[in-house]
């Protein structure tokens, strides 16, 4: 820890001036720099502030992400998240983007921390970027995400909170990898990320299987997601679903998980239905 | 055997200061208020109270701004900690005068919202307590607001607020703004400019009545392509 803290203190010639420059001319490659609390434990000092794990009453609360799901299949690869950020027991929004484009044939799925997420996958983007500048091909999937897995293992123990599936499509076929800030990286046809995951597992793992057809998987990963908001307290808002194909990904249209309830359960009658303020998407 | 016998006896070995754990050194001071902000087809407004509190029951003062005009379009509203929101304004300026310097041309709205986000992520590990609110207009003129938590996550909205009011006003504009739980009603219409102005001004004098933090004054800038208005009207001061 104090090795890692060590490497990441500011030495001597970061001199307040040069800080002013803020986040972006110090972003170069891998060389991201960030300011530490002084002390010898600035991991430990963080912790007490933020981390909303241990420290239940953790004064700046971050935005946290929730449900999402990611699946090979026949046809590509579905990507399937909710849009609700939790900062504490409050909401703070229902419409995140929790897949992040990181290029037309690559995305990333966000879980845990919101800004760590957006932020190292969007620096991912940009070496991913520089791959293809630097070796005039597009990067393979696998090596996106150990990029990225290398990035944030640099900063493992410090606090980081991102659990990111990497979905997309390259030379050997459709492809998915799990990583996250606890340096994890491991590939498989199926994942559940979040607080929500476990719900979206009993459902994905009952129905899924490699050669469904797209509408199939898109239904499949639209369920998944309405039954991790229905039981989830910290998942909801709407379903964001995205199919990757051989030639890049496409994002479907929104869908609220209000009104997903109403048809999954047709039984159930609402009084006064038509004045509902969902009625409008019910009827389309 | 006594303290000051034992001192002597084991030098090294005991422990001569006690640090009780409430003696933590704590470097954030949450300084109270509320900010909201409002876009629209063609205009943002942004309002904060300028009331600030010790984060206990003293005032500090009732006369301290939230909202900080960075540039000729945008502008910065804030709630959380006094001295980190006004250092975070520093940066921001600094680096939008060095982005002109640079490239011989005002940074946009969406420019600086990237921006503020790098910038908080910066301190990821020592985190600016401090909600802010990024408002301007973006290139085909439409209100462009932005909203962040403390390490830099970033949204694009069409209204927020943040503060020790923000669990009173956020409902409302749900409700008036975004529409919703409201039969019948239009989701995607963005409303007028002076519907907007009425429901921030009904918001902060409705959180005045039940928010200890929020009061006194209320600072309200309205930017569209044409640039930024200010106005300031009055609050209860109790």
Not at chain 1, 92 to 106: D, G, M, R, T
Not at chain 1, 263 to 269: A, G, M, S, T
Not at chain 2, 96 to 115: D, G, I, W
């Amino acid at each position: 820890m104090n090795r890692i803290a060590e490497q990441l203190t500011l030495s001597a010639s970061d001199s307040p001036n040069n800080q002013l420059d803020g986040g972006s001319s110090n972003i170069c490659g891998t060389g991201v720099q960030f300011e530490l609390a002084s002390g010898n434990n600035p991991a430990a000092f963080t912790q007490q502030y933020t981390d909303v794990k241990s420290e239940r009453d953790a004064r700046i609360k971050m935005d946290h992400g929730t449900t999402t799901l990611a699946f090979k299949f026949k046809h590509g690869v579905l990507v399937a998240t909710d849009s609700r950020a939790t900062s504490g027991n409050v909401i703070a929004s229902q419409s995140v983007k929790k897949v992040i484009e990181i290029n037309p044939y690559l995305l990333g799925t966000m879980a845990g921390g919101a800004a760590d997420c957006s932020f190292w996958e969007r620096v991912l983007g940009m070496e991913c970027r520089l791959y293809e500048l630097r070796n005039k091909k597009r990067i393979s999937v696998a090596a996106a995400s150990k990029l990225l897995a290398n990035l944030v293992y640099r900063y493992k123990g410090m606090g980081l909170s991102m659990g990111t599936m990497v979905a997309g499509w390259d030379e050997s076929g459709p492809g998915l990898y799990y990583v996250d800030s606890e340096g994890q990286r491991v590939v498989n046809d199926l994942f559940s990320v979040g607080s929500g995951s476990t719900f979206a597992y009993g459902v994905l793992d009952s129905h899924y299987r490699f050669d469904m057809s797209v509408d199939e998987a898109k239904d499949l990963g639209r369920r998944a997601i309405y039954h991790a908001t229905h039981r989830d307290a910290y998942s909801g808002g709407i379903v964001r679903m995205y199919w990757v194909k051989e030639d890049g990904w496409v994002a479907y249209p929104l869908e609220d998980v209000g009104e997903l309830y109403f048809r999954y359960h047709p039984e159930i009658k609402l009084t006064h239905a038509a004045e509902s303020p969902l009625a409008a998407q019910r009827a389309a | 055997m006594d303290f000051a016998a034992m001192q002597k006896q084991y030098p090294a070995q005991v422990p001569t200061e006690v640090h009780s754990h409430q003696n933590r050194w704590d470097p954030y001071v949450d300084n109270g208020g509320t900010s909201l902000a409002i876009a629209g087809a063609d205009y943002v407004i942004v309002a904060s109270d300028t009331r600030q509190s010790n984060g206990g029951y003293s005032i500090n003062s009732r006369t301290e701004p939230k909202a900080f005009k960075l540039s000729n379009n945008v502008v910065l509203a804030t709630s959380g900690f006094a001295a980190d929101a006004k250092r975070l304004v520093e940066v921001l300026e600094q680096n939008a005068l060095t982005y002109f310097y640079k490239h011989n041309k005002q940074m946009t709205a969406p420019a600086m919202a990237q921006m503020l986000s790098n910038t908080l992520y910066g301190r990821r590990f020592f985190p600016y307590y401090v909600f802010p609110i990024l408002a301007g207009v973006d290139a085909q003129g439409k209100g462009a607001l932005f909203a962040y938590d403390p390490v830099g996550n970033m949204e694009r909205v069409n209204y927020q607020a943040y503060g020790s009011a923000a669990a009173l006003v956020q409902p409302f504009l749900d409700n008036v703004v975004g529409f919703k739980n409201q039969r019948g009603a239009d989701h995607n219409r963005l409303i007028e400019r002076d519907e907007a102005m009425r429901f921030a001004v009904d918001a902060f004098t409705s959180a005045t009545e039940r928010d200890i933090y929020t009061g006194d004054w209320l600072d309200i800038f309205v930017i569209d392509k044409d640039g930024v208005k200010h106005e300031k009207r009055e609050l209860k001061h109790d």
